[in-house]
Protein backbone atom coordinates (compact mmCIF):
# COMPACT_ATOMS: atom_id res chain seq x y z
CA UNK A 1 0.00 0.00 0.00
CA UNK A 2 1.38 3.54 -0.78
CA UNK A 3 1.12 5.83 2.23
CA UNK A 4 0.34 9.44 1.19
CA UNK A 5 1.34 12.66 2.56
CA UNK A 6 -1.51 14.24 4.55
CA UNK A 7 -3.02 10.77 5.58
CA UNK A 8 -4.44 10.92 8.92
CA UNK A 9 -2.76 8.42 11.11
CA UNK A 10 -3.36 7.32 14.52
CA UNK A 11 -0.57 8.62 17.32
CA UNK A 12 0.53 5.07 17.67
CA UNK A 13 1.77 4.56 14.16
CA UNK A 14 2.80 8.15 13.71
CA UNK A 15 6.91 7.16 14.69
CA UNK A 16 6.29 3.98 12.12
CA UNK A 17 5.09 6.63 9.73
CA UNK A 18 7.66 9.25 10.12
CA UNK A 19 10.46 6.14 9.91
CA UNK A 20 9.02 5.52 6.44
CA UNK A 21 8.73 8.82 5.72
CA UNK A 22 12.44 9.27 6.45
CA UNK A 23 14.06 6.13 4.75
CA UNK A 24 11.92 6.76 1.36
CA UNK A 25 13.09 10.85 0.96
CA UNK A 26 16.68 9.53 1.74
CA UNK A 27 16.17 6.62 -1.33
CA UNK A 28 14.94 9.80 -3.58
CA UNK A 29 17.78 12.30 -2.53
CA UNK A 30 20.48 10.35 -0.99
CA UNK A 31 22.96 11.64 0.71
CA UNK A 32 21.24 13.81 2.41
CA UNK A 33 21.21 16.34 5.88
CA UNK A 34 19.14 16.03 8.68
CA UNK A 35 18.67 19.52 8.10
CA UNK A 36 17.45 18.99 4.69
CA UNK A 37 15.29 15.95 5.99
CA UNK A 38 13.57 18.20 8.35
CA UNK A 39 12.62 20.95 5.92
CA UNK A 40 11.37 18.47 3.46
CA UNK A 41 9.20 16.54 5.80
CA UNK A 42 8.31 19.63 8.03
CA UNK A 43 9.01 16.84 11.34
CA UNK A 44 10.83 18.48 14.18
CA UNK A 45 14.43 18.28 14.39
CA UNK A 46 14.51 15.90 17.38
CA UNK A 47 12.04 13.45 15.67
CA UNK A 48 14.23 13.30 13.02
CA UNK A 49 17.86 13.34 15.05
CA UNK A 50 16.30 10.27 16.88
CA UNK A 51 14.84 8.47 13.91
CA UNK A 52 18.06 8.41 11.83
CA UNK A 53 20.04 7.43 15.14
CA UNK A 54 17.96 4.43 15.34
CA UNK A 55 18.57 3.88 11.38
CA UNK A 56 22.33 4.77 11.88
CA UNK A 57 22.52 1.89 15.14
CA UNK A 58 20.76 -0.39 13.06
CA UNK A 59 22.96 -0.29 10.10
CA UNK A 60 20.44 0.48 7.40
CA UNK A 61 22.02 4.10 7.18
CA UNK A 62 25.69 5.47 6.90
CA UNK A 63 27.29 8.81 7.57
CA UNK A 64 29.44 9.82 4.12
CA UNK A 65 30.83 13.44 5.07
CA UNK A 66 29.96 16.74 5.15
CA UNK A 67 27.95 19.31 2.93
CA UNK A 68 29.34 23.01 3.58
CA UNK A 69 26.95 25.41 5.71
CA UNK A 70 25.53 28.83 4.16
CA UNK A 71 25.70 29.81 7.91
CA UNK A 72 28.86 29.95 10.12
CA UNK A 73 29.39 27.01 12.31
CA UNK A 74 29.90 23.62 11.79
CA UNK A 75 29.31 21.71 8.41
CA UNK A 76 25.80 18.97 8.25
CA UNK A 77 26.52 15.49 8.12
CA UNK A 78 25.32 13.58 5.24
CA UNK A 79 23.80 10.15 5.42
CA UNK A 80 22.60 7.57 2.77
CA UNK A 81 21.40 4.07 2.75
CA UNK A 82 24.08 1.77 3.40
CA UNK A 83 24.49 -0.56 0.39
CA UNK A 84 25.91 -3.00 3.14
CA UNK A 85 23.08 -3.83 5.05
CA UNK A 86 20.98 -6.21 3.12
CA UNK A 87 21.17 -7.55 -0.57
CA UNK A 88 18.72 -9.27 -3.04
CA UNK A 89 19.33 -10.90 -6.14
CA UNK A 90 17.10 -9.40 -8.59
CA UNK A 91 15.78 -10.68 -12.20
CA UNK A 92 14.30 -8.90 -14.81
CA UNK A 93 12.40 -11.55 -17.51
CA UNK A 94 12.02 -10.39 -21.05
CA UNK A 95 10.76 -12.04 -24.29
CA UNK A 96 13.89 -12.29 -25.54
CA UNK A 97 16.41 -11.08 -23.51
CA UNK A 98 16.66 -10.67 -19.90
CA UNK A 99 18.69 -9.23 -16.62
CA UNK A 100 20.20 -10.71 -13.64
CA UNK A 101 21.67 -9.02 -10.82
CA UNK A 102 22.48 -7.88 -7.51
CA UNK A 103 20.53 -5.25 -5.75
CA UNK A 104 22.25 -3.42 -3.03
CA UNK A 105 20.04 -1.99 0.09
CA UNK A 106 21.52 2.02 -1.21
CA UNK A 107 19.38 0.44 -5.26
CA UNK A 108 22.53 0.30 -7.10
CA UNK A 109 23.17 -3.06 -8.42
CA UNK A 110 26.28 -5.17 -9.11
CA UNK A 111 27.17 -7.91 -10.67
CA UNK A 112 24.31 -7.18 -13.93
CA UNK A 113 24.51 -9.69 -16.36
CA UNK A 114 22.25 -9.32 -19.67
CA UNK A 115 21.11 -12.93 -21.19
CA UNK A 116 19.36 -14.44 -23.92
CA UNK A 117 16.13 -15.34 -21.88
CA UNK A 118 15.41 -19.48 -22.39
CA UNK A 119 11.91 -20.25 -23.25
CA UNK A 120 11.81 -23.39 -21.36
CA UNK A 121 11.12 -22.50 -17.78
CA UNK A 122 13.10 -25.31 -16.64
CA UNK A 123 16.17 -24.39 -18.46
CA UNK A 124 15.77 -20.45 -17.01
CA UNK A 125 15.48 -21.86 -13.96
CA UNK A 126 18.64 -23.57 -14.80
CA UNK A 127 20.49 -20.77 -16.14
CA UNK A 128 19.44 -18.43 -12.82
CA UNK A 129 21.20 -21.56 -10.40
CA UNK A 130 24.62 -21.47 -12.15
CA UNK A 131 24.42 -17.76 -11.97
CA UNK A 132 24.48 -18.19 -8.43
CA UNK A 133 26.73 -20.69 -8.08
CA UNK A 134 29.56 -18.37 -10.03
CA UNK A 135 28.71 -15.48 -8.92
CA UNK A 136 27.44 -14.78 -5.44
CA UNK A 137 29.29 -16.50 -2.71
CA UNK A 138 27.33 -13.46 0.65
CA UNK A 139 24.20 -13.68 2.00
CA UNK A 140 21.25 -12.86 -0.22
CA UNK A 141 18.22 -12.38 1.61
CA UNK A 142 15.77 -12.56 -1.27
CA UNK A 143 15.14 -13.36 -4.42
CA UNK A 144 12.48 -10.26 -7.14
CA UNK A 145 11.60 -11.18 -10.52
CA UNK A 146 9.81 -8.77 -12.79
CA UNK A 147 7.53 -10.74 -15.05
CA UNK A 148 5.92 -9.45 -18.59
CA UNK A 149 2.46 -11.36 -17.61
CA UNK A 150 0.05 -12.16 -14.54
CA UNK A 151 1.04 -13.63 -11.22
CA UNK A 152 -1.25 -14.82 -8.79
CA UNK A 153 -2.11 -12.40 -5.73
CA UNK A 154 0.47 -14.74 -3.32
CA UNK A 155 2.71 -13.29 -6.11
CA UNK A 156 4.54 -16.83 -6.39
CA UNK A 157 3.12 -18.36 -9.52
CA UNK A 158 2.83 -17.32 -12.96
CA UNK A 159 -0.82 -17.51 -14.47
CA UNK A 160 0.44 -16.68 -17.84
CA UNK A 161 2.90 -14.84 -19.95
CA UNK A 162 1.29 -15.01 -23.03
CA UNK A 163 4.38 -13.51 -25.15
CA UNK A 164 6.75 -16.95 -23.53
CA UNK A 165 3.67 -19.23 -23.80
CA UNK A 166 4.14 -19.67 -20.24
CA UNK A 167 0.84 -21.12 -18.09
CA UNK A 168 0.49 -21.43 -14.46
CA UNK A 169 4.22 -21.68 -13.98
CA UNK A 170 5.05 -22.65 -10.32
CA UNK A 171 8.32 -20.28 -11.16
CA UNK A 172 8.74 -19.66 -7.06
CA UNK A 173 8.37 -22.73 -5.97
CA UNK A 174 10.87 -24.44 -8.89
CA UNK A 175 13.88 -21.73 -7.53
CA UNK A 176 13.50 -22.49 -4.34
CA UNK A 177 14.41 -25.91 -4.50
CA UNK A 178 17.40 -25.23 -6.46
CA UNK A 179 18.50 -21.71 -4.98
CA UNK A 180 17.96 -22.94 -1.29
CA UNK A 181 20.46 -25.55 -0.88
CA UNK A 182 22.77 -22.58 -2.33
CA UNK A 183 22.78 -20.73 1.06
CA UNK A 184 22.76 -20.77 4.63
CA UNK A 185 19.47 -18.83 5.00
CA UNK A 186 15.67 -19.49 3.01
CA UNK A 187 15.36 -17.02 0.29
CA UNK A 188 12.31 -15.27 0.36
CA UNK A 189 11.12 -15.40 -3.23
CA UNK A 190 8.40 -13.63 -5.00
CA UNK A 191 7.62 -11.78 -8.28
CA UNK A 192 5.09 -9.41 -9.94
CA UNK A 193 4.19 -7.76 -13.07
CA UNK A 194 6.93 -5.65 -14.93
CA UNK A 195 4.67 -2.43 -14.92
CA UNK A 196 3.84 -2.66 -11.42
CA UNK A 197 6.97 -2.96 -10.45
CA UNK A 198 8.05 0.11 -13.14
CA UNK A 199 5.36 2.15 -11.99
CA UNK A 200 6.72 1.74 -8.09
CA UNK A 201 10.02 2.61 -9.49
CA UNK A 202 8.69 5.67 -10.69
CA UNK A 203 6.65 6.71 -7.41
CA UNK A 204 9.30 5.91 -5.15
CA UNK A 205 12.88 7.86 -6.88
CA UNK A 206 11.59 8.55 -10.29
CA UNK A 207 12.08 12.06 -11.41
CA UNK A 208 8.35 12.76 -13.25
CA UNK A 209 6.33 12.36 -10.43
CA UNK A 210 4.93 15.69 -9.32
CA UNK A 211 4.05 16.55 -5.68
CA UNK A 212 0.01 16.47 -5.88
CA UNK A 213 0.13 13.74 -8.84
CA UNK A 214 -2.14 10.77 -7.12
CA UNK A 215 -3.15 9.27 -10.34
CA UNK A 216 0.10 7.83 -12.51
CA UNK A 217 0.10 5.46 -15.45
CA UNK A 218 3.22 3.46 -16.50
CA UNK A 219 3.06 2.01 -20.19
CA UNK A 220 6.10 -0.37 -20.63
CA UNK A 221 6.53 -1.01 -24.25
CA UNK A 222 8.54 -3.60 -25.88
CA UNK A 223 7.60 -7.10 -27.10
CA UNK A 224 4.11 -6.69 -25.43
CA UNK A 225 2.70 -3.66 -23.92
CA UNK A 226 2.17 -3.78 -19.97
CA UNK A 227 0.65 -1.11 -17.35
CA UNK A 228 1.41 0.07 -14.19
CA UNK A 229 -1.45 2.10 -12.41
CA UNK A 230 -1.98 3.70 -9.27
CA UNK A 231 -4.56 5.10 -8.28
CA UNK A 232 -5.41 7.83 -5.45
CA UNK A 233 -1.56 7.26 -4.61
CA UNK A 234 -2.31 3.75 -4.34
CA UNK A 235 -0.88 0.58 -6.26
CA UNK A 236 -3.88 -0.95 -8.32
CA UNK A 237 -4.18 -4.56 -8.50
CA UNK A 238 -8.08 -5.12 -8.90
CA UNK A 239 -9.83 -8.06 -7.06
CA UNK A 240 -7.91 -11.49 -8.56
CA UNK A 241 -3.77 -9.39 -9.41
CA UNK A 242 -5.30 -8.30 -13.22
CA UNK A 243 -5.60 -5.36 -13.31
CA UNK A 244 -3.72 -3.16 -16.26
CA UNK A 245 -3.82 -5.18 -18.86
CA UNK A 246 -4.08 -2.64 -21.43
CA UNK A 247 -2.38 -4.39 -23.77
CA UNK A 248 -4.91 -6.49 -24.42
CA UNK A 249 -7.71 -4.26 -24.61
CA UNK A 250 -9.54 -4.38 -28.28
CA UNK A 251 -8.61 -1.52 -30.55
CA UNK A 252 -10.23 -3.02 -33.67
CA UNK A 253 -12.97 -5.41 -34.13
CA UNK A 254 -11.42 -8.79 -35.50
CA UNK A 255 -7.83 -7.49 -36.18
CA UNK A 256 -4.81 -8.84 -36.01
CA UNK A 257 -4.54 -12.35 -33.65
CA UNK A 258 -2.47 -11.73 -30.49
CA UNK A 259 -0.92 -14.14 -28.33
CA UNK A 260 -3.44 -14.07 -25.43
CA UNK A 261 -6.31 -15.88 -27.65
CA UNK A 262 -8.02 -12.73 -28.54
CA UNK A 263 -8.02 -10.49 -31.85
CA UNK A 264 -7.30 -6.80 -32.23
CA UNK A 265 -5.70 -6.40 -29.06
CA UNK A 266 -3.39 -2.91 -28.57
CA UNK A 267 -0.42 -4.92 -28.22
CA UNK A 268 -0.69 -6.27 -31.79
CA UNK A 269 -0.22 -2.52 -33.31
CA UNK A 270 1.72 -0.56 -30.53
CA UNK A 271 4.25 -2.79 -29.12
CA UNK A 272 7.71 -2.27 -30.24
CA UNK A 273 7.67 -6.03 -31.78
CA UNK A 274 5.51 -4.68 -34.61
CA UNK A 275 7.78 -2.34 -36.41
CA UNK A 276 10.89 -4.31 -36.38
CA UNK A 277 11.62 -7.81 -36.92
CA UNK A 278 14.29 -7.31 -34.83
CA UNK A 279 14.81 -9.05 -31.70
CA UNK A 280 15.81 -6.50 -29.19
CA UNK A 281 17.95 -6.55 -26.57
CA UNK A 282 17.87 -4.61 -23.60
CA UNK A 283 20.89 -2.16 -25.07
CA UNK A 284 18.21 -1.69 -27.85
CA UNK A 285 21.60 -1.64 -29.70
CA UNK A 286 20.17 -3.69 -32.71
CA UNK A 287 16.95 -1.70 -32.75
CA UNK A 288 19.62 1.95 -33.20
CA UNK A 289 20.89 0.37 -36.23
CA UNK A 290 17.09 -0.82 -37.70
CA UNK A 291 16.28 2.40 -40.14
CA UNK A 292 12.53 3.06 -39.69
CA UNK A 293 10.69 4.88 -42.61
CA UNK A 294 8.71 8.25 -41.56
CA UNK A 295 5.79 6.56 -42.63
CA UNK A 296 6.10 3.68 -40.12
CA UNK A 297 6.81 5.99 -37.39
CA UNK A 298 3.65 7.95 -37.99
CA UNK A 299 1.75 4.54 -38.33
CA UNK A 300 3.56 3.64 -35.03
CA UNK A 301 3.01 6.64 -33.61
CA UNK A 302 -0.90 7.04 -34.03
CA UNK A 303 -1.08 3.44 -32.48
CA UNK A 304 0.69 4.31 -29.51
CA UNK A 305 -1.64 7.29 -29.52
CA UNK A 306 -4.81 5.37 -29.78
CA UNK A 307 -4.43 3.37 -26.54
CA UNK A 308 -3.10 6.39 -24.62
CA UNK A 309 -6.02 8.36 -25.38
CA UNK A 310 -8.28 5.35 -24.57
CA UNK A 311 -6.68 4.91 -21.14
CA UNK A 312 -6.88 8.71 -20.56
CA UNK A 313 -10.47 9.24 -21.15
CA UNK A 314 -11.11 6.07 -19.49
CA UNK A 315 -8.74 6.89 -16.32
CA UNK A 316 -7.71 10.86 -16.52
CA UNK A 317 -4.60 10.52 -14.61
CA UNK A 318 -2.20 13.47 -14.07
CA UNK A 319 0.47 11.96 -15.67
CA UNK A 320 1.45 9.31 -18.34
CA UNK A 321 5.14 7.85 -18.54
CA UNK A 322 6.17 5.67 -21.34
CA UNK A 323 9.47 3.82 -20.82
CA UNK A 324 11.04 -0.02 -22.28
CA UNK A 325 12.22 -0.24 -26.19
CA UNK A 326 9.98 2.71 -26.88
CA UNK A 327 12.56 5.32 -25.39
CA UNK A 328 15.19 4.53 -28.35
CA UNK A 329 12.42 6.20 -30.69
CA UNK A 330 11.06 8.40 -28.45
CA UNK A 331 12.27 11.35 -29.48
CA UNK A 332 11.09 10.88 -33.14
CA UNK A 333 7.51 10.23 -32.17
CA UNK A 334 6.97 12.16 -28.91
CA UNK A 335 5.63 15.10 -30.49
CA UNK A 336 3.41 13.48 -33.07
CA UNK A 337 1.95 10.88 -29.63
CA UNK A 338 1.19 13.80 -27.69
CA UNK A 339 -0.43 15.70 -30.55
CA UNK A 340 -2.68 13.01 -31.08
CA UNK A 341 -3.64 12.20 -27.05
CA UNK A 342 -4.73 16.02 -26.81
CA UNK A 343 -7.26 15.60 -30.28
CA UNK A 344 -8.60 12.34 -29.10
CA UNK A 345 -8.88 13.32 -25.64
CA UNK A 346 -12.62 13.29 -24.48
CA UNK A 347 -12.52 16.80 -22.81
CA UNK A 348 -10.05 20.01 -22.48
CA UNK A 349 -8.64 19.08 -18.89
CA UNK A 350 -8.40 15.28 -19.99
CA UNK A 351 -5.71 16.50 -22.84
CA UNK A 352 -3.66 18.60 -20.25
CA UNK A 353 -2.47 15.07 -18.87
CA UNK A 354 1.47 14.96 -19.04
CA UNK A 355 3.25 12.35 -21.24
CA UNK A 356 6.87 11.66 -19.71
CA UNK A 357 9.45 9.23 -20.66
CA UNK A 358 10.52 7.03 -18.02
CA UNK A 359 13.47 9.10 -15.39
CA UNK A 360 15.29 5.32 -15.64
CA UNK A 361 17.40 5.00 -18.55
CA UNK A 362 20.70 3.26 -17.09
CA UNK A 363 18.59 0.08 -15.81
CA UNK A 364 15.52 -0.13 -16.82
CA UNK A 365 12.29 1.05 -14.59
CA UNK A 366 11.16 -2.74 -13.99
CA UNK A 367 14.36 -3.88 -12.67
CA UNK A 368 14.12 -0.77 -10.25
CA UNK A 369 11.40 -1.65 -8.82
CA UNK A 370 11.82 -5.53 -8.02
CA UNK A 371 15.06 -4.10 -6.10
CA UNK A 372 12.42 -1.87 -4.27
CA UNK A 373 10.20 -5.30 -3.68
CA UNK A 374 13.25 -6.61 -2.12
CA UNK A 375 13.18 -4.20 0.73
CA UNK A 376 9.74 -3.86 0.92
CA UNK A 377 9.54 -4.79 4.55
CA UNK A 378 11.64 -1.78 5.37
CA UNK A 379 10.49 1.08 3.00
CA UNK A 380 6.76 0.41 3.35
CA UNK A 381 6.47 2.56 0.78
CA UNK A 382 6.57 4.46 -1.27
CA UNK A 383 5.59 7.66 -0.06
CA UNK A 384 4.55 10.52 -1.74
CA UNK A 385 6.91 13.60 -0.80
Excluded at 212 to 220: G, Q
Excluded at 221 to 230: M, N, Q, R
Amino acid sequence: MFLVKGTIVSSTNQKNVNRTLILNTILKSQPISQVQLTKVLKISKSTVSRITFDLMQSGMLKSIGTTKSSKNGRNPSLIALNPDYRKSLVVKIGVNYSIIAIANFSMTFERVKIFKTKKDPERFVGYITEFVKKNISERVHSLSLSIPGIVDKDFQKIIIAPNLDWKNLLLAEMLKEKLDPLFDNSLKISMDNEANFAVIAEMMFGKKINEDDRNVIFILFGEGIGTGLVINGQLYRGRWNTAGEFGHMIVEMGGKKCHCGNSGCWERYASISQITREKISISGSKFLNTQLKSSTLKTYSTAVATGIANIVNGISPDVVIVGGTISKIWDEISQDVVRKVKEMSITPDAANVRIELSSFSEYPAELCGAALWSFWDVFEGPVLV
